[in-house]
């Protein structure tokens, strides 16, 4: 599992295309085994799931709750 916090998921940021072409090049493949599911959780309490369908381990379903506290919302 990797996790990449506090990271805006803008397409033009250097973090982003990596992650993004790890996800192109696990798409592609045409070897058993590679499998990813990714979740991106978004500032606006919404939720952008993402996966592949191949893989040793099976995925299962997630339901994604986010809660947002911000003390200076007045």
Same mark, same amino acid.
């Given at each position: &599992? !990797? %996790? !990449?916090d506090? @990271? %805006?998921?803008?397409?033009?940021?250097? #973090? @982003? &295309?990596? @992650? #993004? #072409?790890v996800m192109?090049r696990l =798409?592609?493949?045409d /070897?058993e085994?590679?499998g990813?599911k990714m979740? !991106?959780?978004? /500032?606006?309490?919404?939720? #952008?799931?993402?996966? =592949?369908?191949r893989?040793e /381990?099976?995925?299962?379903d &997630? /339901? $994604?709750?986010?809660? !947002?506290? =911000?003390?200076?919302? $007045?």
């Open positions: &599992m !990797i %996790k !990449i506090w @990271v %805006k998921w803008y397409p033009d940021f250097d #973090e @982003v &295309m990596a @992650v #993004e #072409e192109h =798409n592609e493949t /070897e085994g590679y990813y979740i !991106i959780l978004n /500032e606006d309490n919404t939720s #952008e799931p993402y996966c =592949n369908d893989g /381990e099976r995925f299962y &997630m /339901e $994604v709750r986010c809660y !947002i506290d =911000n003390p200076y919302d $007045v």
